[in-house]
């Protein structure tokens, strides 16, 4: 039905311009129409009219004997000039007082026709006592004439006239001027209309576009105020843009709150699998040392071996495994810490290059006791955005894994690269390759892609998992990749 009706109803500026075209071209139908059945009886009885009045200040010069004398002159010449009046004004005697016409003999024969003439060719308009009024057709002239013969009060006669063919003439070209007037005041309203149509209604139709953006929550879209625009469009325009704000507020809140919502319920679940994971993982990886603790230390009780070296051992072995337990205990609080963003990150901009020749000091002589050379030649600053200090603990454990992985050449290489808006930091050492289908696994808490090489060094497990924690609450990128002779580590920081 909604699109039954969108079909059916044209748009507001179309609505506009029919409507106002319309009624001004109905106006001048109108008027055109009124003219021309209305003008000409209209012309006629203010002819009607100018006659009598004529008639009456005739007859008022004859009431005051001034009639003959020449101070009637221009007053008679005025009102026979400006009313087009043809006037002979005949005494008792039968000689002519006044007349307008040259034409004397003529204007006698139409007072004759008048007196006792027949009435075919007249038709009384108006009949009083001391005058009657006619229109009556010329046959020597062949056209019409209002006509006016009657006695004046000093026993005059007089006759007056005036042609109606004027009349009718003037009538026809008013009504032709006001044709051709009208038609171009219709083209001419047209255009103005269409032109002033749209710009009215371009406030309506922006504010059409802006609710429909805003049904399709697009809150970007705004009113904005034009100069042909009404008061009343303007402020429905500003409720419009505040109801978008309102709402754009609103949905965002309600978003953030469902985004907070569904935050927690994952963080839960987070939570309830990782408790589940840490148990088990720390079960079974605490299970080996307390079990080499238990049985040296029940060996030391019970005096298995009773000499010095024996005991010095078994006492070595237990502490060794409290360390190492200690250190799995201190990893797996740090990284909970991280996972469940308890532990604050301070970014700051540093010396990427100065942190690395660091670390590089420090694990130097490790390296070089087990015959590996560590190269690293960035000889200028290199500034990132970062925590140094977790920075710092990345490195270390990649360059940590690279000297207890480097097997053949025993090489170690520290590269830094600029790439686009970061800064990549990459840990590669010669040796054995990740399988492809385990590359992907060594950031898993606990997993060990040699168990008994990681074992063998003291490995845990977690630290590539805190590698992986850390570069996530920096919200940048890390990874690992196998080579044509070795494994490489990279990770990736804002520059500075």
């Given at each position: 039905m909604e699109d039954i009706l969108k079909k059916k109803r044209a748009p507001l500026t179309i609505q506009l311009i029919v409507t106002m075209v319309g009624l001004v071209a109905g106006t001048v139908l109108l008027c055109a129409f009124i003219n021309s059945t209305c003008l000409e009886h209209f012309y006629i009885y203010k002819k009607e009219s100018s006659i009598i009045e004529g008639f009456k200040v005739i007859n008022k010069a004859a009431n005051d004997n001034y009639l003959s004398s020449s101070k009637f002159d221009i007053q008679f010449e005025s009102l026979c000039a400006n009313k087009n009046l043809t006037i002979a004004i005949v005494g008792s005697d039968k000689t002519t007082i006044r007349s307008s016409s040259t034409n004397e003999s003529y204007i006698f024969m139409q007072i004759n026709d008048m007196i006792y003439g027949d009435d075919d060719n007249a038709i009384v308009l108006k009949k009083e006592k001391n005058y009657v009024l006619q229109r009556r057709f010329d046959d020597r002239m062949n056209a019409y004439f209002l006509t006016l013969y009657g006695k004046l009060n000093d026993g005059s006669t007089i006759f007056m006239r005036t042609p109606l063919e004027s009349i009718r003439e003037s009538a026809q070209l008013t009504n032709f001027f006001f044709e051709c007037v009208g038609g171009m005041c219709v083209i001419g309203s047209t255009i103005i209309i269409i032109f002033i149509s749209k710009r009215i209604s371009r406030p309506i139709l922006q504010l059409s576009k802006i609710s429909k953006e805003i049904t399709n929550l697009n809150f970007d879209a705004k009113y904005n105020s034009c100069m042909l625009s009404s008061r009343e469009t303007d402020e429905l325009g500003n409720n419009m843009n505040i109801l978008s704000d309102t709402l754009q507020r609103v949905i965002s809140e309600l978003k953030e709150a469902n985004n907070e919502l569904m935050r927690d319920l994952e963080k839960k679940e987070k939570i309830d699998e990782m408790r589940k994971e840490f148990l088990s993982n720390v079960s079974h990886e605490l299970k080996t040392p307390l079990a080499l603790i238990q049985g040296y230390a029940e060996g030391l009780k019970e005096c298995i071996n009773d000499d010095p070296e024996s005991k010095e051992y078994y006492s070595e072995v237990i502490i060794d495994e409290a360390a190492k337990m200690n250190k799995m205990?201190?990893?797996?609080?740090?990284?909970?810490?991280?996972?469940?963003?308890?532990?604050?990150?301070?970014?700051?901009?540093?010396?990427?290059?100065?942190?690395?020749?660091?670390?590089?000091?420090?694990?130097?002589?490790?390296?070089?006791?087990?015959?590996?050379?560590?190269?690293?030649?960035?000889?200028?600053?290199?500034?990132?955005?970062?925590?140094?200090?977790?920075?710092?603990?990345?490195?270390?454990?990649?360059?940590?894994?690279?000297?207890?992985?480097?097997?053949?050449?025993?090489?170690?290489?520290?590269?830094?690269?600029?790439?686009?808006?970061?800064?990549?930091?990459?840990?590669?050492?010669?040796?054995?390759?990740?399988?492809?289908?385990?590359?992907?696994?060594?950031?898993?808490?606990?997993?060990?892609?040699?168990?008994?090489?990681?074992?063998?060094?003291?490995?845990?497990?977690?630290?590539?998992?805190?590698?992986?924690?850390?570069?996530?609450?920096?919200?940048?990128?890390?990874?690992?990749?196998?080579?044509?002779?070795?494994?490489?580590?990279?990770?990736?920081?804002?520059?500075?």
């Open positions: 205990v201190q990893k797996l609080l740090t990284l909970n810490q991280l996972e469940f963003g308890n532990d604050m990150v301070e970014m700051k901009r540093f010396d990427l290059k100065e942190l690395v020749d660091g670390i590089v000091s420090t694990s130097s002589l490790m390296a070089s006791q087990n015959g590996i050379t560590i190269t690293f030649d960035e000889d200028k600053p290199v500034y990132v955005w970062g925590d140094e200090f977790k920075v710092e603990e990345v490195i270390s454990n990649f360059l940590s894994n690279a000297i207890h992985y480097a097997k053949y050449d025993k090489k170690i290489e520290i590269n830094i690269e600029a790439k686009e808006d970061v800064i990549r930091t990459t840990v590669f050492n010669t040796g054995d390759l990740i399988p492809e289908e385990e590359i992907e696994k060594v950031w898993i808490k606990f997993y060990k892609v040699d168990k008994a090489r990681t074992r063998e060094y003291g490995g845990s497990g977690i630290g590539l998992s805190i590698v992986k924690a850390i570069m996530d609450s920096f919200r940048q990128k890390c990874g690992v990749e196998n080579r044509e002779n070795g494994v490489a580590f990279w990770m990736e920081l804002q520059r500075a």
